[in-house]
């Protein structure tokens, strides 16, 4: 049907030239981190950015210029300014660390030039210092942890000790927490932000947190920290007497195997598992399986969804810095995840968030969806996009 319709009306090949034109001329830096605490996230996040690429088809239509941000904020400056200003990309994608999104917010504003952010939760990225050229399509750090909060209240537990590393997501992700928790008739009772990227020994905190008699530990570590972090929890015995719970990097598919048996019971929240069921999701698991014999994780499905982004933004015709701008802000669709809009009074994705249990499956560990929150949206919070 198609051949005939394309033969009578002769513009198919016109047509699909043109998306090859468009798609031919767009040079994406990808800016993440390849060393460092965060590197085995950046290596994820791009590992689904391009399995997204293959899958339309389009590896070859995109420039894709690499830059190690090493989750540091002046580095991450330094790399900006490069893909920016030399080698003039059409679009930047990527940003792990919140610390490095706030560091190159306004340089990103001033230059005009589109900010896919694929996995930095910074909340006023898209709130106070919201930017028409800033597009989230990974999470807020009050996204993930503000449902939990009403969640965990509402399941009994009433008095919290809260821990996370000391830079903007870990000071964010506990006071969205906090609030939600606080306004459900729960209590923090006490709270520690360890040296980022620099603890290795938890016991002094741990012991603090136990002495403090919560009913639980709330959390956010990612990377290596929450791999250390949730083996401590273990051997310290912390695990046996006060339930641990986070925002869901703490116990994320792509190290939950290097956590191994001391991440079991753990309950935390998250904008994506590997475990959902649904057809959309069953399908990139099985493509994600087959090409890196690993289930996907949650970067993993963030580098994915900034390509869709992206794609789909060229494939309407958008050409250069402005119109991917625009058109970004515009796609949405029902993905791996979920059901994916972009919130056009924030650019922050507008998505479900799922409270997982990891539970053990035999001998490997899995996720067990015990609650649904759908299309979680943050308030503006002062953002105003112009
Ligand atoms: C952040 O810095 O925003 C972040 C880093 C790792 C996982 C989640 C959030």
């Known amino acids: 049907m198609r051949k005939f319709l394309c033969a009578a009306l002769g513009a198919c090949a016109a047509a ?5 034109s468009a798609a031919a001329e767009t040079k994406v830096g990808l800016l993440l981190p390849t060393s460092g605490n965060y590197a085995a996230l950046g290596k994820e996040i791009d590992d689904g950015f391009v399995m997204a690429l293959e899958e339309a088809g389009m590896a070859g239509d995109f420039t894709l210029v690499r830059e190690d941000s090493e989750a540091k904020p ?6 900006a300014r490069k893909l920016v200003l030399q080698d003039n990309v059409d679009a930047v994608v990527g940003i792990v660390s919140s610390a490095v999104l706030g560091a190159v917010r306004d340089f990103i504003d001033g230059s005009k030039v589109p900010l896919i952010v694929a996995n930095a939760g910074n909340d006023e990225a898209t709130g106070a210092n919201c930017s028409k050229y800033i597009v989230r399509v990974s999470f807020s750090n009050a996204q993930v942890n503000r449902p939990m909060g009403t969640w965990m209240a509402e399941h009994g537990v009433k008095k919290v000790y809260a821990m996370a590393p000391d830079y903007a997501a870990g000071h964010q992700m506990i006071d969205a927490f906090t609030a939600s928790f606080t306004a459900a008739g729960g209590e923090v009772i006490g ?3 360890t040296p980022f990227g620099k603890t290795q020994d938890f016991g002094p905190y741990l012991t603090k947190a136990k002495a403090a008699s919560p009913d639980a530990v709330f959390v956010f570590y990612a ?8 083996k401590q929890y273990d051997s310290f015995g912390l695990k046996a007497d006060i339930p641990l719970y986070g925002s869901g990097f703490l116990t994320s598919p792509l190290y939950v195997k290097a956590e191994g048996p001391a991440a079991i019971g753990v309950t935390t929240s998250l904008h994506y598992v590997p475990t959902l069921d649904t057809p959309e999701n069953q399908a990139f698991v099985a493509a994600f399986k087959a090409k890196f014999d690993r289930p996907p ?13 992206l794609i789909e933004a060229v494939k309407a015709g958008a050409k250069g810095r402005e119109a991917i701008a625009e058109a970004l802000s515009k796609v949405s669709y029902t993905g791996p995840r979920g059901p994916l809009t972009i919130d056009p009074a924030t650019n922050n994705v507008v998505q479900n968030i799922y409270v997982y249990e990891t539970v053990a499956d035999g001998d490997a560990l899995t996720q067990k969806i015990v609650g649904t929150i759908n299309e979680v949206r943050d308030a503006p919070n002062g953002c105003v996009l112009k």
């Open 16 to 20: 699909s030239l043109m998306v090859h």
């Open 191 to 193: 709270a520690d932000y």
């Open 297 to 309: 994780s949650e970067y993993a499905v963030q580098g994915y969804d900034s390509a869709r982004v």
């Open 223 to 230: 990377g290596g920290e929450a791999i250390s972090f949730v």
């Open 74 to 79: 002046p580095v991450g400056m330094a790399k």
